[in-house]
């Protein structure tokens, strides 16, 4: 008989866990060399999970020396592409192995619904690893037409030491979009997650060295804002990958020009818009779309479809599909395989979205939720709330809340439509649902965003596509073959033969 996974099995399963929280260095764990430790609580009820290394720059310096010294001497850089392949596959297998372990520890430590973890970040954090692994022996350099007295060839290096600085939303998965390309590209990796949700990270890391990986060549470093302020000034990390808020990627990109003008590549915030036009193919399919657009993951999600522009003539029916498909994104315990959202990250995130809630109520017509919900444990969890603005100029319009807070906005004209979804600073995602082609095309064509939509919104789960923002939402791309081109450097090679 299969195993019944219920929300007894995940509790009961959450006590028999061993919670690493020590720090990944050189192929081994150890504490911080201060010994100096802080606590990841978890956002279900608020309660201490474990103590976890408190990194500082002693041992980041010990990281970047692993990272460096693995790589030069090229017990992975050297290798063939093929080799790193079969072990960067034989990791992926031990992370399906581990789903349920690993899916229970990203629950407990983000909050988020077991049906997510299980179903959704571990399954695209496996598939984001095998994506790489399997391209990397297929990717050839270039041998440009020349002067034929002459031989040429254009050709990928790996860059050296990648320090991956990642945020709490999506822990694994973001993680996994950072390392899989730089590690196939046979760089050596330090991660850095978000103190809030370290746990899997530092999981993963284990399951690395039993597939293979040897030593140094990936580090998981813990701690908060201070240890990745201290990879980000490195002298001796040649790149850095950020996904993040934009404060934070600012002040890495400015220490990155204060210390080796290390590579920076940032995936930032967002604000996208999701227009539904009048001839809309189905105002009951555009209404589920945008309810799980900006409720799905509490909201806590960088590509959102956090504001919905709604033509005039079709508004009042939207909004009444919509107000009746967000009845399905109330939270329940992330335990509860049936929960479809969960539980705010922390404290200091549920005041915010609060404080955006009190704000919209000055600004808008606040339609539904609005509320906390403290009947599920102790911990944050907030109904999906919806607001209806008058117009485009209201603050919870413009900014970035990263939780369950949609702003319907009503317009008139397509073009009017556009210049509202391209006002904000930002520039991640959009989606357009019309049934003409003109529509479509020039929406698509002139939507300021690195993804567009066009009758769905956030579907296609696959890493052929690059992702990344316009704009204030940052530069460079994550996944897709493109994603190579953040972790090598070109070198042309240029030969006289005759
Ligand atoms: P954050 O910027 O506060 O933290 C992200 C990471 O940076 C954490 O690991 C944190 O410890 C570290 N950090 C903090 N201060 C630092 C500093 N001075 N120098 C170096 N590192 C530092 O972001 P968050 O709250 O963890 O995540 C939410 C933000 O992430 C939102 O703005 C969201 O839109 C964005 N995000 C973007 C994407 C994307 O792909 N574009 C994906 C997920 C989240």
């Not at 760089?187 to 890391?205: C, D, H, Q, Y």
Request: net charge negative; glycine share 8%.
């Amino acid at each position: 008989m299969p195993e019944l996974k219920d929300r007894a099995y995940w509790l009961e399963k959450a006590k028999t866990l061993r919670l690493e929280g020590r720090a990944f260095i050189d192929g081994v764990y150890v504490d911080a060399h201060s010994r100096a430790t802080f606590c990841t609580y978890s956002p279900i009820d608020a309660l201490p999970l474990a103590p976890v290394a408190l990194c500082a720059s002693a041992d980041v310096d010990l990281a970047v020396a692993a990272a460096r010294r693995s790589f030069e001497v090229g017990v992975w850089s050297g290798l063939a592409p093929r080799e790193r392949k079969s072990v960067l596959l034989k990791w992926a297998a031990l992370l399906e192995a581990h789903t349920d372990e690993l899916a229970l520890l990203e629950s407990l430590d983000s909050g988020k619904p077991i049906a997510d973890t299980t179903g959704g970040d571990l399954p695209g954090t496996i598939y984001c690893l095998r994506w790489f692994a399997e391209l990397i022996d297929k990717v050839h350099g270039e041998v440009p037409a020349t002067d034929p007295r002459f031989f040429g060839t254009v050709t990928h290096q790996p860059l050296g030491v990648v320090a991956a600085v990642v945020p709490w939303n999506y822990p694994l998965l973001m993680a996994a979009w950072k390392f899989s390309p730089a590690l196939a590209a046979g760089n050596s990796v330090i991660l850095k997650p978000s103190e809030k949700t370290p746990l899997s990270a530092l999981r993963i890391a284990g399951l690395a060295v039993e597939a293979g990986i040897p030593a140094g060549v990936f580090n998981v470093v813990t701690g908060d804002g201070a240890t990745g302020r201290d990879l980000s000034l490195h002298g001796d990390v040649d790149c850095i990958a950020f996904t993040g808020s934009g404060k934070v990627g600012r002040e890495i990109a400015k220490n990155a020009a204060a210390s080796n003008l290390k590579r920076v590549w940032l995936e930032l915030g967002g604000k996208s818009a999701n227009i539904v036009m009048a001839d809309c193919p189905d105002i009951a399919q555009a209404a589920r779309s945008a309810a799980a657009a900006i409720f799905a993951n509490m909201g806590q999600v960088c590509s959102a479809g956090s504001r919905l522009l709604v033509q005039r003539s079709i508004a009042d029916q939207l909004i009444q599909e919509l107000l009746d498909a967000t009845d399905d994104y109330q939270p329940g315990h992330p335990l509860d395989p049936d929960s479809v959202t969960g539980a705010i990250i922390d404290g200091v995130q549920f005041e915010r979205v609060c404080e955006y809630i009190e704000i919209g109520k000055q600004e808008a017509q606040l339609l539904k939720g609005g509320n906390s919900l403290s009947h599920i444990e102790s911990g944050a969890y907030l109904e999906p709330t919806i607001f209806l603005a008058k117009d485009s100029s209201a603050r919870i319009a413009n900014e970035e809340i990263f939780g369950p807070v949609l702003v319907v906005i009503p317009f008139d004209t397509l073009e009017e439509a556009i210049a509202i979804a391209n006002q904000t600073e930002y520039g991640l995602a959009a989606a357009v649902w019309s049934s003409d082609l003109k529509t479509i095309h020039t929406a698509t064509r002139q939507l300021k965003a690195g993804t567009v939509w066009v009758n769905c919104y956030d579907e296609l789960v696959d890493m052929n596509f690059p992702f990344g923002g316009f704009k204030e939402s940052g530069n460079g791309r994550d996944n897709s073959a493109h994603a190579l081109s953040k972790y090598t450097e070109l070198k042309s090679t240029i030969m006289r033969c005759g």
